[in-house]
C-alpha cells in the first residue's frame, strides 16, 4: 500500500468514526447523504451541488437522493484538492 493509500485510509477511518459520533447515517456501503459529505468537508451543501456541476469535487451517486463515499471524500481531501 503506497503512503497515499495508508493517509487515504486512515483519513476514511477518522471521518466514519466522526460520522457516527454525529449519529450520521452511513450506508451498508459506506455512502452518506449530501448534507453529511459537506460537514465532513467543511463547505456548504451548495457548494456541494456547484462541485457536482463543475465536476471538480469528489464522485457522487444518485440513487433518488444524492450520496458520497466516505473512502473517495477522504481521497478527495487526501489528494490535495480540497482548498479552503
Known amino acids: ?31 452518506v447523504t449530501e448534507e453529511v459529505a459537506a460537514r465532513m468537508l467543511g463547505v456548504s451543501p451548495r457548494t456541494m451541488a456547484d462541485w457536482r456541476t463543475d465536476v471538480s469535487g469528489p464522485p457522487h451517486y444518485k440513487h433518488g437522493r444524492i450520496s458520497y463515499r466516505v473512502s473517495e471524500i477522504a481521497a478527495f481531501i487526501e489528494g490535495g484538492r480540497l482548498q479552503r
Not at 7 to 15: K, P, S, V, W
Open 1 to 31: 500500500m503506497t503512503e497515499l493509500e495508508q493517509r487515504i485510509d486512515a483519513t476514511a477511518r477518522l471521518l466514519l468514526a466522526a460520522a457516527k459520533e454525529a449519529s450520521a447515517i452511513v450506508s451498508f456501503d459506506g455512502r
